[in-house]
Structures are given as C-alpha cells and as structure tokens.
C-alpha cells in the first residue's frame, strides 16, 4: 500500500513538474485543435512512452549507464532534429475559420488518424530529455541496489503511470473544453507558439550536451 501511494505522489511530481514542455503544449494544442475523443491517443502515446521507458530500464538498460546515453551528444542530436521536424510540422499548421453555423474552427489539413496522434504523442515524450532524466533518477533510487521485492516495484510504478495517465487524460479535456470559445486566430498563434517552442528547446538540447 505505501509503495503504491509513494508511486502516486511520483506520478502527480512528473505529471506537474516535468512535464512541461513539448509533450505538455503539444498535448494542449491537439486537445484544442480536435477535442477530448480526438486528442485522447495523444495522451495514450505519452502513457505507452513511459511504460516502455520504464520496461526498457528495468529490463534491457539495468546494467546501462544511462547518465552517459542521455549525455550523448548524438542521442542529443537525433532528439533535437526529431524535435525540430515535429515544431516545423506544428508551426505551419493553419486553423480557419468555419461557417456561420457549426463548430467555431476547421482545419485546411484532413484530422489525422488516431494512431498518427499516438505516435506523435510517443515521439514528443520520448525525446524529451527531462522525462529521461526524472526516470533515471527514480529507477536509480528505487530499483538500483535496492531489496524491493518485484512485486512491491509493479506497485510503485502502476502507481507512477496510472496517476500520470489520469492527470494527462485531465489535462486533455480541460484543454477540449477550450474548443468551443477559442477562434482561429488565437490557435494559429498557439500553434507558432508551440512550433518556436519546440524548436528553441531542441536547440537548447543540442547546445547544452555540446558546451557542457
């Protein structure tokens, strides 16, 4: 029961503090381009991303220095270009407005599929390098050296994605709600915003492994 609530107040720690960055304002972007059904697999990719991260730690990396890997100044340099490619797609995409009658926006680009929204969702947490380190940091001090029993590590993590789940999947339909009031002109800004945004922090990935 207590790792289950200590994987609780980890999850809600990533959920509000770590996570703001691409992931946070490409999450609030889908969820206010498509609404809450639409953007849900968004929230689907970054909870599959964590889960796999957390597998991939556990499992294939445990003997790993993964310090070194996220250090790497390629492992930056793949991120920050697959960062970059994502605020470019982000940054031209054009919101109009609709017709008298029906819903306020409508989009010149066809809704994307759900699973293009899952994998953009995977693609956007998995290259962020602050949901790297919070992992590194809670496996080290968890599951590193110590005698937690396998059973009570399930708990603990169950308790970290689930409560980062709930928290992301609120996110989303508070953001949806926005829908209904926003006009084009404001998301085509947001949508700049959040393409100079990831851009500016793919930069900032690459020169910070670069000069330090």
């Known amino acids: 029961m ?5 994987g609780i107040v980890c999850g809600v720690v990533l959920s509000l503090f770590f996570s703001f960055g691409p992931a946070f304002f490409s999450l609030l972007q889908n969820s206010i381009h498509y609404g809450f059904k639409r953007a849900f ?8 991303c964590d889960s796999a991260i957390v597998f991939l730690m556990l499992t294939v990396f445990a003997d790993a220095d ?35 009658q029906g819903s306020i926006l409508k989009f010149r680009r066809a809704e ?15 290259i962020n390098p602050l949901i790297w380190i919070y992992w590194v940091s809670i496996i080290t001090v968890i599951a590193g050296g110590s005698n937690n ?5 399930y708990l ?3 308790g970290v994605l689930v409560t980062v789940f709930a928290l992301d999947s609120l996110k989303c339909k508070l953001a949806s709600m926005l829908q209904k009031v926003i006009t084009a002109r404001v998301l085509n800004f947001l949508n700049k915003f959040t ?9 900032y990935i690459v020169v910070s492994m670069i000069m330090f």
Do not use: H
Not at 2 to 6: A, D, E, G, H, T
Not at 149 to 153: C, D, K, Q, R, V
């Open 149 to 153: 029993a396998t059973s009570e590590l």
């Open 156 to 158: 603990f993590f169950a």
């Open 66 to 100: 993964m310090n070194s890997v996220i250090n790497n100044v390629y492992v930056a340099s793949i991120a920050g270009a697959v960062l970059t490619g994502l605020g470019i797609f982000t940054f031209t995409r054009k919101a109009q407005d609709a017709s008298e």
């Open 195 to 203: 393409g100079i945004l990831m851009i500016g922090f793919a930069a």
């Open 2 to 6: 207590i790792k289950i609530l200590l």
């Open 112 to 126: 994307p599929r759900s699973w293009a929204v899952l994998l953009r969702g995977f693609a956007t947490n998995f």
């Open 41 to 48: 697999p968004f929230v689907i990719g970054i909870c599959l």
